[in-house]
């Protein structure tokens, strides 16, 4: 039973001042710091390196509460403390009751003889995690992110925080979850664990039970199910004590969940409630999805497949890799987490990783996840660095991963939690067992291939355990094997290598790749003065944590692109070799399905305003790279493999209904002047991937004029309407004869939108729409033109910043493509 929520206006101070200010929980040491004008504002300018400082200090909360004398007649009075960031000792009326050092961990503390009926008083101090990691790491080196302040494998706590090559080192620290006084009387519920069985219009429910009694007594376990259509069901069994109890629930004619865009997300609610004589002692209160979900591993002719299947079917994943959404924790909610969310089911998402060197996100996420059909890849949470699996470390390890699996293993949305990230590849590539020793190499297989699984079969059995990622079969035999397991992919952007070098690649599953980009202007405008607009200069190297990074983009950018003109071209010409590069990988994979089975790019979302691998920004504005998944993640996808003067025009069907239209196709000048065309009726089975034709236009391409003025354009027509298209040039954009598009654009208000009708007199490549100062999502942008082709673009209106009338839209409309670079 909830008796007093903590949550609210706390007292907060550095340890070695005077004054108390105003703190806030949940919340953090910078939060409160920054809302009481006694911190600059990390993100601006160069501002992090002086914020880091206040993270050498020891900071300090305190609050008084009221107790009346009914909160002491429960047999038991808790604290629960949901999250404690990270090295806190908490005092309750004097008395320390806790010592903690895991931010992901719950803890849960008797407090009953220590509460007094009226005043109380809860103090808590944190120390500094910075002075902790150097310290530790001084007494034993332990390999760690490079790009992070050092020793941060000692702490479990979000590695991240600590810097990354995205991200700013900003250590925060403080109670970030809630906390709360809860009572219990004479018995609770302890543990519940759902497991389905599906069978031919039925799915049973078997409700596994827990208790905790101390004064045994007649009482019931009542579980209702409730219906997404209403209907309720019910499960009664008598409590007993010190076994499992078993209530089993038969649903008929079940509604299934499905990832997105494979059919709906019907949810169910289960309510569980522990009574005695018509009260309520305890309760607890879940929402599931009927599913079965795994990763199928069977052996074939290129070695051992790798997919998650839902419901018997397996499906093409698609998506990207979730990092912190903020660096100050306190400032992420809800309402953030599902605008991130939405964007990605806009852009055909079906799964998201959760990538191990943040946190376990907040209940919401995974609700939100549940709701919109995104299956969640869970890493636990180590990434890039050696871990001593001490009695002490292991202990403190058990307890975080129970208490998460336990959190968060009902939710229809996971799909698999996965030991690690890139720890098994480093000790197989990057010479950590030369770096190292072998005890430590031994302590990585305990945890990962002897611990963590084993937690995962006494806790979750019903989730697929992977051993981290990338791996193939484990124990280092190569991790990163193409074959086998997960890969990640980093030749391209790391190795400079040129974007069709993802189509020499054939993973059975790609779970990292990538390509950086700058942000928005108005995102870099947010941060610099105008005389730091310069890729180079020290505050936007600053804001690119990537060793070399700018420079690597502006390799790629020369690569791909003429000189820019000036600095608002650089950062159009970034976006669009990211969104280039991705494109070439995922169509690549996705017209070998089968084979390979997930497309999974890095990154989905930054944490504070950063030139990085991000598809959206910190302030939740798409990236060229956000519109071109919308359309290599849709359903239905046309796409070309160029090689020469040859092209292979490929379609591509992920959904669960065949699929009958046809594939068009015309050779153009860049005036758009049709040299040829033709088509092919196409009937595409659902889950599949079909070589709908090869041309070549050698005879029509003979001569390097003709190659930098002709290109193709393809599109798939299914009953009339366009489901996919795309063009292709025969030599890089910059040496293509691109005339001026001259792009006219008439701007219309209808009830709930704007409508954009765009049109050109040449072919224009990437066409961008944007608006001075509002943000908006297009329905479709960064699109290519043919003359003569009328485009139409949707802008609802509730998908502006902020209101604005047609006259506002017209005079802050912009729009440019790479004729203007």
Same mark, same amino acid.
């Given at each position: 039973?909830?008796?007093?929520?903590?949550?609210?206006?706390?007292?907060?101070?550095?340890?070695?001042?005077?004054?108390?200010?105003?703190?806030?929980?949940?919340?953090?040491?910078?939060?409160?710091?920054?809302?009481?004008?006694?911190?600059?504002?990390?993100?601006?300018?160069?501002?992090?390196?002086?914020?880091?400082?206040?993270?050498?200090?020891?900071?300090?909360?305190?609050?008084?509460?009221?107790?009346?004398?009914?909160?002491?007649?429960?047999?038991?009075?808790?604290?629960?403390?949901?999250?404690?960031?990270?090295?806190?000792?908490?005092?309750?009326?004097?008395?320390?009751?806790?010592?903690?050092?895991?931010?992901?961990?719950?803890?849960?503390?008797?407090?009953?003889?220590?509460?007094?009926?009226?005043?109380?008083?809860?103090?808590?101090?944190?120390?500094?995690?910075?002075?902790?990691?150097?310290?530790?790491?001084?007494?034993?080196?332990?390999?760690?992110?490079?790009?992070?302040?050092?020793?941060?494998?000692?702490?479990?706590?979000?590695?991240?925080?600590?810097?990354?090559?995205?991200?700013?080192?900003?250590?925060?620290?403080?109670?970030?979850?809630?906390?709360?006084?809860?009572?219990?009387?004479?018995?609770?519920?302890?543990?519940?664990?759902?497991?389905?069985?599906?069978?031919?219009?039925?799915?049973?429910?078997?409700?596994?039970?827990?208790?905790?009694?101390?004064?045994?007594?007649?009482?019931?376990?009542?579980?209702?199910?409730?219906?997404?259509?209403?209907?309720?069901?019910?499960?009664?069994?008598?409590?007993?004590?010190?076994?499992?109890?078993?209530?089993?629930?038969?649903?008929?004619?079940?509604?299934?969940?499905?990832?997105?865009?494979?059919?709906?997300?019907?949810?169910?609610?289960?309510?569980?409630?522990?009574?005695?004589?018509?009260?309520?002692?305890?309760?607890?209160?879940?929402?599931?999805?009927?599913?079965?979900?795994?990763?199928?591993?069977?052996?074939?002719?290129?070695?051992?497949?790798?997919?998650?299947?839902?419901?018997?079917?397996?499906?093409?994943?698609?998506?990207?890799?979730?990092?912190?959404?903020?660096?100050?924790?306190?400032?992420?909610?809800?309402?953030?987490?599902?605008?991130?969310?939405?964007?990605?089911?806009?852009?055909?998402?079906?799964?998201?990783?959760?990538?191990?060197?943040?946190?376990?996100?907040?209940?919401?996420?995974?609700?939100?996840?549940?709701?919109?059909?995104?299956?969640?890849?869970?890493?636990?949470?180590?990434?890039?660095?050696?871990?001593?699996?001490?009695?002490?470390?292991?202990?403190?390890?058990?307890?975080?991963?129970?208490?998460?699996?336990?959190?968060?293993?009902?939710?229809?949305?996971?799909?698999?939690?996965?030991?690690?990230?890139?720890?098994?590849?480093?000790?197989?590539?990057?010479?950590?067992?030369?770096?190292?020793?072998?005890?430590?190499?031994?302590?990585?297989?305990?945890?990962?291939?002897?611990?963590?699984?084993?937690? +995962?079969?006494?806790?979750?059995? $019903?989730?697929?355990?992977? *051993? /981290? @990622?990338? %791996? #193939?079969?484990?124990?280092?035999?190569?991790?990163?094997?193409?074959?086998?397991?997960?890969?990640?992919?980093?030749?391209?952007?790391?190795?400079?290598?040129?974007?069709?070098?993802?189509?020499?690649?054939?993973?059975?599953?790609?779970?990292?790749?990538?390509?950086?980009?700058?942000?928005?202007?108005?995102?870099?405008?947010?941060?610099?003065?105008?005389?730091?607009?310069?890729?180079?200069?020290?505050?936007?190297?600053?804001?690119?944590?990537?060793?070399?990074?700018?420079?690597?983009?502006?390799?790629?950018?020369?690569?791909?692109?003429?000189?820019?003109?000036?600095?608002?071209?650089?950062?159009?010409?970034?976006?669009?070799?990211?969104?280039?590069?991705?494109?070439?990988?995922?169509?690549?994979?996705?017209?070998?399905?089968?084979?390979?089975?997930? +497309?999974?790019?890095?990154?989905? $979302?930054?944490?504070?305003? *950063? /030139? @990085?691998? %991000? #598809?959206?920004?910190?302030?939740?504005?798409?990236?060229?790279?956000?519109?071109?998944?919308?359309?290599?993640?849709?359903?239905?996808?046309?796409?070309?493999?160029?090689?020469?003067?040859?092209?292979?025009?490929?379609?591509?069907?992920?959904?669960?209904?065949?699929?009958?239209?046809?594939?068009?196709?015309?050779?153009?000048?860049?005036?758009?002047?049709?040299?040829?065309?033709?088509?092919?009726?196409?009937?595409?089975?659902?889950?599949?991937?079909?070589?709908?034709?090869?041309?070549?236009?050698?005879?029509?391409?003979?001569?390097?004029?003709?190659?930098?003025?002709?290109?193709?354009?393809?599109?798939?027509?299914?009953?009339?309407?366009?489901?996919?298209?795309?063009?292709?040039?025969?030599?890089?954009?910059?040496?293509f004869s691109f005339a001026d598009p001259q792009i006219e654009t008439l701007i219309r208000e209808e009830a709930n939108r704007f409508v954009v009708t765009i049109k050109s007199k040449a072919y224009a490549r990437f066409v961008e729409l944007s608006f001075r100062e509002l943000d908006a999502i297009f329905s479709d942008n960064y699109l290519d033109l043919s003359a003569g082709v009328e485009k139409t673009v949707y802008i609802e209106k509730k998908q502006f910043s902020m209101p604005a009338s047609i006259e506002e839209i017209k005079e802050q409309f912009k729009i440019r493509s790479v004729f203007d670079i």
């Amino acid at each position: 039973m909830h008796l007093i929520d903590l949550n609210g206006k706390w007292q907060m101070k550095r340890l070695d001042h005077v004054e108390w200010i105003e703190g806030h929980v949940p919340g953090s040491v910078y939060y409160d710091l920054l809302n009481a004008g006694q911190m600059v504002d990390p993100f601006y300018r160069e501002q992090e390196y002086e914020v880091l400082e206040l993270s050498n200090y020891d900071y300090e909360y305190q609050r008084i509460f009221q107790v009346d004398a009914k909160v002491l007649e429960h047999d038991q009075v808790m604290l629960l403390c949901e999250g404690l960031d990270t090295l806190c000792e908490l005092f309750l009326n004097g008395a320390n009751i806790l010592n903690s050092d895991n931010m992901h961990r719950t803890y849960e503390i008797d407090i009953k003889p220590l509460l007094t009926v009226g005043e109380n008083t809860i103090h808590a101090i944190f120390r500094s995690p910075v002075e902790f990691s150097l310290r530790k790491q001084a007494e034993r080196p332990l390999i760690n992110c490079a790009d992070a302040v050092e020793g941060i494998s000692h702490l479990r706590k979000a590695h991240s925080m600590f810097g990354w090559d995205w991200g700013p080192q900003l250590p925060d620290m403080g109670i970030w979850r809630s906390i709360s006084i809860k009572g219990y009387d004479k018995s609770r519920i302890d543990d519940v664990y759902i497991t389905q069985i599906h069978e031919e219009d039925k799915v049973t429910l078997d409700i596994r039970l827990r208790t905790k009694c101390w004064l045994e007594a007649e009482r019931e376990l009542v579980v209702k199910i409730l219906t997404p259509s209403g209907e309720t069901m019910e499960g009664r069994i008598n409590e007993a004590t010190g076994t499992d109890h078993h209530v089993t629930i038969e649903i008929p004619q079940p509604e299934l969940w499905w990832p997105n865009n494979l059919g709906s997300q019907p949810l169910y609610q289960v309510e569980i409630a522990l009574v005695e004589q018509g009260d309520v002692l305890d309760r607890r209160e879940l929402r599931i999805g009927l599913r079965t979900i795994t990763v199928k591993q069977e052996a074939d002719e290129w070695g051992e497949s790798f997919a998650f299947e839902v419901n018997g079917v397996p499906i093409f994943s698609m998506g990207a890799d979730y990092i912190l959404e903020d660096n100050i924790l306190a400032r992420v909610n809800r309402e953030r987490t599902d605008q991130l969310l939405q964007s990605c089911v806009a852009a055909n998402f079906n799964t998201i990783r959760v990538w191990g060197g943040g946190y376990y996100p907040d209940d919401y996420f995974y609700d939100l996840c549940d709701e919109y059909g995104l299956i969640v890849w869970q890493d636990h949470l180590y990434a890039c660095g050696v871990y001593e699996l001490t009695e002490e470390f292991k202990d403190n390890i058990t307890h975080e991963t129970i208490d998460n699996m336990k959190r968060l293993r009902h939710h229809a949305s996971l799909g698999l939690w996965c030991g690690n990230n890139e720890q098994e590849l480093a000790w197989d590539e990057w010479d950590w067992a030369k770096k190292t020793s072998l005890q430590l190499q031994a302590d990585y297989i305990k945890q990962y291939e002897v611990l963590l699984p084993a937690l +995962a079969r006494e806790y979750d059995p $019903n989730t697929f355990y992977w *051993v /981290a @990622s990338p %791996s #193939s079969k484990g124990s280092f035999d190569k991790p990163n094997d193409e074959n086998y397991g997960d890969m990640h992919y980093w030749g391209v952007w790391h190795g400079k290598e040129p974007f069709t070098d993802y189509r020499k690649l054939f993973p059975r599953f790609m779970s990292e790749f990538g390509l950086q980009s700058f942000p928005s202007l108005k995102t870099i405008e947010s941060f610099t003065l105008p005389e730091e607009r310069n890729i180079f200069s020290y505050v936007m190297e600053s804001h690119q944590k990537n060793n070399t990074g700018n420079e690597k983009i502006l390799y790629y950018i020369g690569e791909t692109y003429r000189y820019p003109k000036d600095f608002a071209a650089v950062l159009y010409a970034s976006q669009l070799i990211q969104a280039e590069g991705m494109r070439c990988g995922v169509e690549h994979w996705r017209r070998h399905r089968g084979r390979c089975m997930g +497309a999974l790019y890095w990154q989905l $979302n930054d944490c504070w305003p *950063v /030139a @990085s691998w %991000s #598809s959206i920004d910190y302030y939740g504005r798409w990236k060229a790279m956000h519109y071109a998944a919308k359309h290599f993640f849709a359903p239905i996808l046309a796409s070309a493999c160029e090689e020469g003067t040859k092209v292979s025009l490929h379609v591509s069907n992920e959904s669960q209904q065949a699929v009958q239209g046809e594939l068009r196709w015309r050779l153009l000048n860049a005036k758009s002047e049709v040299l040829l065309e033709s088509g092919k009726t196409v009937e595409l089975p659902a889950f599949s991937s079909i070589k709908v034709d090869q041309l070549d236009l050698e005879h029509m391409l003979d001569t390097k004029t003709k190659k930098r003025e002709t290109y193709l354009e393809y599109a798939f027509i299914v009953a009339g309407e366009t489901k996919s298209e795309g063009t292709v040039l025969f030599v890089k954009p910059k040496h293509f004869s691109f005339a001026d598009p001259q792009i006219e654009t008439l701007i219309r208000e209808e009830a709930n939108r704007f409508v954009v009708t765009i049109k050109s007199k040449a072919y224009a490549r990437f066409v961008e729409l944007s608006f001075r100062e509002l943000d908006a999502i297009f329905s479709d942008n960064y699109l290519d033109l043919s003359a003569g082709v009328e485009k139409t673009v949707y802008i609802e209106k509730k998908q502006f910043s902020m209101p604005a009338s047609i006259e506002e839209i017209k005079e802050q409309f912009k729009i440019r493509s790479v004729f203007d670079i």
